[in-house]
């Protein structure tokens, strides 16, 4: 079974920044894609920033210019830092990991955190 626990939410100014940090745990072979995700009271969840095992990025055009995301393949953890945040990135941000082997053979899967709340105050 594959876990994926986060860290890093909470209540920042409009302008200030935070980082997530995922990590990835269990009997884990390759991961390809991790990447964040949020959902905001009464709207659907949506893509934030995904990195590939390449190192490939792709980011909403929402968070373009101010959010990163970052990834270590070695130890299965990918981080997000946000910067010049923004009311409207209130949100619950959840980490993905797409594309999950346990073996070599095996069928891959897709895991998702539990989420972690992010809120920017005005």
């Known amino acids: 079974q594959v876990q994926l626990v986060e860290s890093g939410g909470g209540l920042v100014q409009a302008g200030g920044s935070l980082r997530l940090s995922c990590a990835a745990s269990g009997s884990i072979f390759s991961i390809n894609a991790m990447g964040w995700y949020r959902q905001a009271p009464g709207k659907r969840r949506e893509l934030v920033g995904v990195i590939n095992a390449s190192g490939a990025t792709n980011y909403a055009d929402s968070v373009k210019g101010r959010f990163t995301i970052s990834r270590d393949n070695a130890k299965n953890t990918v981080d997000l830092q946000m910067n010049s945040l923004k009311p409207e990135d209130t949100a619950v941000y959840y980490c993905?990991?797409?594309?999950?082997?346990?073996?070599?053979?095996?069928?891959?899967?897709?895991?998702w955190g539990q989420g972690t709340q992010v809120t920017v105050s005005s």
């Open positions: 993905n990991a797409d594309q999950v082997y346990t073996s070599l053979y095996s069928t891959p899967r897709n895991y």
